[in-house]
């Protein structure tokens, strides 16, 4: 069985104190993990790790939390990566978005980063990895009426209702679902945006070292926990574990457009 954390973040500690460590754990699983930039400096780590280790991709860009704080030069160095992305082992952009949920917060530059991310990712074509809180409505907009219909978009760590995993879906965007499914009770609305979500559009991630599965409290999470994520899901949507981990990992190489050996 093979699997894909989707999103994680080797570039940060505590992961990054046993990186060696925790990559071998995965490639031994058979499970791939994307190492996802929040900045400059961290998109920069993160392909320097994705080069190291076959099991590692990379995916650069700047968080919305992170933009008023960000270098005028910022920008420029993400796309020096993205000139030679296929070196770089990079497969998408981000994460990018809109976070109105971390106070203060200025939605006008968020916004324009945004669709500087978006710009690369068509220039690139790359898919793009979509941090959204507290900011649906602005996010589906600009998505909808930003983005081409041949460039993937990836919601990481979907939390929001079911009407808003149609909204998504109906657009053909894949939503990532993570470990704070497992904090919640059956009939959350996150189970239940899970249940509305069609099958071939869930993929599963972990935001390591963050959101910790229930299970694995109060350590930091690793991509390995991906596993209890998946758990998690399956029994939810009431199917069988390894028929999901298949279809699931599936949807992860399509969501990235990636062919993979491992």
């Not at 990018?96 to 980063?113: I, S």
Request: aromatic share 10%.
């Amino acid at each position: 069985m093979k699997y894909f954390d989707t999103h994680a973040h080797l570039n940060y500690s505590p992961l990054l104190d046993k990186e060696k460590e925790i990559v071998q754990e995965c490639a031994d699983a058979l499970l791939l993990i994307n190492d996802v930039g929040t900045c400059a400096n961290s998109s920069y780590v993160a392909v320097e790790q994705a080069k190291k280790y076959e099991n590692v991709y990379a995916t650069v860009g700047i968080h919305p939390c992170d933009v008023v704080e960000a270098a005028s030069n910022d920008m420029e160095r993400i796309e020096e990566l993205l000139k030679d992305k296929q070196q770089n082992k990079i497969i998408a952009i981000g994460e990018t978005g809109l976070d109105y949920y971390h106070k203060p917060f200025d939605a006008e530059v968020q916004k324009a980063f945004l669709l500087k991310h978006i710009a690369l990712a068509i220039k690139y074509d790359l898919p793009l990895v979509m941090h959204i809180r507290d900011a649906h409505d602005d996010a589906y907009e600009i998505l909808t009426k930003n983005i081409p219909h041949n460039i993937n978009v990836i919601i990481h760590c979907f939390d929001s209702t079911p009407e808003f995993a149609k909204k998504y879906t109906d657009a053909g965007y894949w939503l990532a679902f993570g470990g704070k499914i497992t904090w919640e009770g059956k009939e959350s609305r996150l189970h239940n945006a899970l249940k509305s979500t069609p099958i071939n559009k869930v993929i599963l991630e972990t935001d390591a070292p963050w959101l910790t599965p229930t299970s694995h409290k109060p350590d930091s999470n690793k991509p390995i926990y991906v596993l209890d994520t998946l758990a998690e899901c399956a029994a939810t949507l009431n199917i069988e574990k390894d028929e999901f981990a298949k279809q699931v990992y599936e949807n992860s190489l399509n969501a990235f457009k990636l062919k993979c050996k491992i």
